[in-house]
């Protein structure tokens, strides 16, 4: 079992080489690295040590995506099992039925799908589709992020294609820093289950909502095709990385950075804003109550043109 020193290195080393802003990972390094050597972390093990370095580096370094995790079972640290933590990931979807909570269908033909992970484009994407399928003939619908913490970025590009007509709509790009290169996503040309259009979509948030939960509650926002009911989220823009550095610690390491196509910037830091505030356990009422007032006033309107 490595001890802390050694532990604390190489979670440094795998930030200085792979986070995605170079000059903010040194400022992280450097802090670290001098409370290391003053003794900070020597009373500390285990989950303590993950919570002490974890606040140092955002200390230094604020991304909340920079990460000393503990997880209680253990897992390998075999250089075939370091693949930045897909293989995890996608263990984990399979287990929590692709990120998909609840499918219903509420008072007034209302559509609500309560969605806690965005799911890998390729796995998820028949739980996806067979979810939209579901909720294709509902009037409105309400995507319930509240409680989602994240996921794959093509999963959410998966997830927002469901709003737009066609694949001619650029969602954002993610720009990669060990490449030095942008991958650009766009709606995608095909999906399993009919695209849900003109009618309204709302997106619940809570202080919860991170990352790829927050990815799609921003996409949708930006482009003018949700309303944001809830909570402002966490502030996670940054796609990640994990490196196992013992049998329970992994480091989380950002290694790109999301460029929204409409506002050129993202969420980092300051969380997806929304546009009805209220708590978030009354989000969903909240969201239900206006998509029927809305439905009702569309009906009314197209009566007295008729």
Known sequence: MPGNTEIIHSALDRIMAGYVFPARASEADRAVRARLAAGAYDALSGAALCEAVTAHLQEACPDRHLRLLWEDEPRSTGPGDDDGGRAAFLALMRAENQGIRRC???DGNIGYLDVRWMA???EGARAIGAAMELVAHTRALLLDLRECRGGSPAGAAMW???FF???EVHLNDFYERSTD?????????YLPAPRYLGRPVHVLTSETTFS???DVAYTLQAHGRAEVVGETTRGGAHPTARHPLTEHITVTVPTARTINAVTGTNWEGVGVQPDRAVPAEKALDTAHAEAKKQ???????RQQLT
């Open 181 to 189: 290169s942008t991958r650009q996503y766009w709606t995608l040309p």
């Open 295 to 301: 439905l009702t006033w569309h009906g009314e309107a």
């Open 104 to 106: 219903e269908q509420l």
């Open 165 to 167: 007509p066609d694949d």
């Open 212 to 214: 790829g939960g927050e």
């Open 160 to 162: 927002c294609s469901y």
């Open 120 to 122: 890998d484009a390729g």
